[in-house]
């Protein structure tokens, strides 16, 4: 799972603006692959069955009566994902924005919360279906550990990275605590935020995904591929696999659109 | 309004742990600014200047000897002293007017004054127009005066000023310090600058503290005694500027 933080994903290059040069050459790679699979397909160099023609995966959710299912699996899992993600990043904003306000519950909470982070999501599959059942409460509790974690971390980093200088002013402003949490802190913390619930975000797509595969029972992409690989259905399989990829990358743009909106004129460019 | 509040330094050191070491960097600094005055301190960087204003403005209260205001110890940062520091810390994220406005968040002004305060001093360092503007809109000399309405709004006995013109180039520096002049006289509040610019500190002093290094400590004090219009090429300013740097480079 992805578990970066604050620093580490400002050192990343922005990405380039618009489809110009850079998305002709990032699209030229899937292509050519497209271009090899097809070939590989129909000159029978590899067994049919293991690798369909593109044309056939193209037309399974709209033909095939298995692959019409992917629509539904679509509408489940995204909203199980909405509602996961969103338990996710209020908990654990919430975890975050107490460490990083008061000492106290930082002393008290962040050793806990480090120890228990060095699980594996995945690992938490068996305790949570003993406590919930298989059915739809241990994944949303699943896809919620999934975002929250990445949440609290950022939200709690974004809170104590906040520049000495700027809380110097806050003590000799002598601002209320709601000014000084409202103005300035949240607002200083904001660029780790967007970054957190970014993250959140991907995992919580992730933690659904993996959680319909593991968790069996209901509809779902997961399920959707899970069914297709018992019934050896490569088509459906492939189906599913590039719908994941598809569904999170839409997913993160539309975020990241929203996040740019959100954002204050000035929260990026500090100096 | 007058000014009432006088300002005394009494034999203060100040002792930073490094490295389980102890660092000297103020040792008996003694002066008073008696109110309404504007007095500059001068010295070589890491003589201690900054140290001494966070002592006065009580972002640190750990030192020997005493800083009275009026006669009381300060314990901590108050509504009668206010700071602007070299950089202008003002928050990106909040407009001219949101910036200058926390200036008044600890007062307890009703709210129907308080935008009317807010537009008064964003007057006063003549950023009307700029209300709506955020600090990255702003230039380093816009930004700095923003930064002055933020720390006057609130009225304050004493300003304490760290280089506040020091990042910024020759022909801005000239016109703002005939701008704190005259919102030094307007306001009729104390000031205490730090600078490392000894005309500047002429130019606008009526009594200049010369801090020499190492532990940091006062080296000597020179009164201004030149009318408030100032010649920097006149003979007398000269005079004055040639006293502080003797001090400086004993
Ligand atoms: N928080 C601190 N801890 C340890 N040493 C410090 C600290 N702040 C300043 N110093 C040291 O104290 C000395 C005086 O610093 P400062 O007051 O900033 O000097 P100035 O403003 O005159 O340039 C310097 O040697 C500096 O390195
Ligand atoms: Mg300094």
Request: a neutral charge; charged letters at 20%.
């Amino acid at each position: 799972m992805v578990d970066q933080t604050v620093s580490e994903a400002l050192a990343k290059p922005a990405a380039a603006a618009g489809p110009g040069r850079d998305f002709w050459r990032g699209i030229a790679v899937p292509a050519a692959l497209v271009v090899i699979w097809s070939a590989a397909s129909h000159l029978g160099l590899v067994d049919s069955r293991l690798l369909v023609p593109p044309e056939r995966v193209a037309l399974v959710p709209f033909l095939d009566a298995d692959g019409r299912e992917l629509w539904l699996g679509i509408t489940a899992s995204v909203l199980r994902m909405l509602a996961g993600f969103t338990i996710g990043i209020l908990a654990g904003g919430a975890l975050g924005l107490l460490m990083g306000v008061s000492r106290f519950a930082e002393r008290g909470i962040a050793p806990s919360f480090t120890a228990v982070r060095q699980i594996t999501l995945f690992a938490w599959i068996p305790l949570l279906t003993a406590w919930f059942g298989n059915g739809e409460a241990a994944k949303i509790v699943f896809i919620a550990l999934s975002a929250g974690f990445p949440m609290a971390l950022n939200t709690h980093q974004g809170l104590r990275d906040i520049p000495i200088a700027f809380v110097e002013v806050a003590r000799v402003l002598r601002l209320s605590r709601r000014r000084l949490l409202t103005q300035v802190l949240v607002p200083s913390a904001l660029p780790a935020i967007a970054i957190g619930i970014e993250i959140a975000l991907i995992n919580a797509w992730i933690g659904t995904v993996g959680a319909e595969y593991a968790m069996g029972l209901g509809r779902g992409v997961g399920a959707f591929l899970a069914e297709g690989r018992e019934q050896f259905r490569m088509d459906i399989v492939i189906v599913g696999v590039l719908t994941l990829a598809l569904v999170g990358f839409v997913l993160n743009t539309l975020l990241r659109a929203g996040v740019a909106r959100l954002m204050p004129a000035s929260g990026n460019s500090r100096r | 309004m007058l000014a009432e509040t006088s300002l005394d330094i009494r034999t203060v050191s100040k002792t930073y742990q490094v490295n389980d070491q102890a660092l000297d960097v103020l040792r008996n600094i003694d002066f008073t600014v008696e109110p309404g005055e504007f007095v500059s301190i001068v010295g070589a960087s890491g003589c201690g200047k900054s140290t001494l204003l966070r002592l006065i403005i009580g972002l640190d209260t750990e030192y020997h000897g005493d800083i009275l205001l009026d006669g009381r110890r300060i314990d901590g940062p108050g509504a009668d002293r206010s700071i602007v520091f070299q950089e202008h810390r003002l928050f990106p994220w909040l407009t001219v007017e949101q910036n200058v406005a926390l200036g008044l968040d600890a007062s307890d002004a009703p709210v129907a004054i308080r935008g009317q305060s807010v537009a008064e001093h964003i007057d006063l360092v003549r950023l009307a127009g700029f209300e709506k503007a955020y600090p990255h809109q702003l230039s380093g000399g816009m930004a700095q005066r923003a930064a002055i309405a933020r720390a006057l709004v609130n009225r304050p006995k004493i300003l304490l000023l760290d280089e506040p013109l020091g990042a910024l180039d020759s022909l801005t520096r000239a016109y703002l310090q005939d701008e704190l002049l005259r919102i030094w006289r307007q306001q009729s509040v104390t000031v205490l600058m730090v600078t490392h610019d000894v005309e500047e500190a002429v130019y606008l002093s009526d009594k200049i503290v010369v801090m020499e290094p190492r532990p940091g400590r006062i080296a000597g004090i020179v009164p201004i005694d030149l009318d408030h219009q100032r010649e920097r090429a006149a003979a007398g300013f000269i005079a004055h500027k040639e006293r502080v740097l003797h001090l400086l480079n004993h």
